[in-house]
Every structure is written in structure tokens, then in C-alpha cells.
């Protein structure tokens, strides 16, 4: 992740305890270079630690993560499961929590997870556009 990006979560006007964990910047650091069964390990220390508002927050990270990883290796039956639970886990925390721009991420992610979604079949065969893939930006970025 840029030092752009953690200067402006760390700056953020939502700077609750979980936001300072040095685990959850982590976790976005590995998202963001597509090491997303790596951000859900880190994520998932961070989830088992958390007791306040933040917990179900995390485990919409780590699902979206899983997600991915999952579409990413064919696994499209388990990804499409986790695309759906992981944004119904975020959906209370929209348009933005903890600095980042969840509206930007759910939207990108439905779009990468479109023609997955969309599937009538028990295990989809859609394959995963490399270039679709999501990026956890936080809330101020542009674009």
C-alpha cells in the first residue's frame, strides 16, 4: 500500500481503536497486491482479537478476501457464496468505515463478480477477469 493511502486512513475521521491496529493495514496491504489468502490470514488474527463494532466488519474483509482467492483458483462455487456473505457483512458499514471506501469496493467487486453472480449453474464456469479485480481505497481517493 502507498504511504499515501495509510497517511490518509490514518488521518481519516473515523479513527476508531480497530482502525489503529497495525494488522488491518496489513491485511489491506496484502488485498492490494492480490495476496488475498495472505490478507485473510492477517485479517483473521485481527477478527478473533476484536470484541467491539468492528468484528463483523472484519469478517466482511476476510470473506471478500476468501472470495477472491477462491474465484482466482476455480474454486467459483465457494467464491460466489463468499461474495454474497462478505457484502451482506459490509452492507451496515457503507458508504465508508474505518477510513475506506466501501461503496468504491462493493461496487468493484460486483462488477468483477458479475457474470459469477449472475450463473444459474450448481458450480458457475465463469473465470475470473485479472483485470476486474478490486482495490481497497481509502474514503478521499479520486477516481
Known sequence: MSSILVDRLRKGATMEPAADDPRFLEGIQCFNRRAFFEAHEVWEDLWRDEQGPARRFYQGLIQLAVCLHHFRNGNTRGAKKLCLSGSAYLEPYRPAYLGLNLDRLLADLQACCRELLASQEP???????????????AIDTPG
Do not use: F, M
Open 123 to 137: 458450480i458457475p464456469t465463469t473465470k475470473l477477469d485479472l483485470e476486474l479485480l478490486p482495490t481497497i481505497i
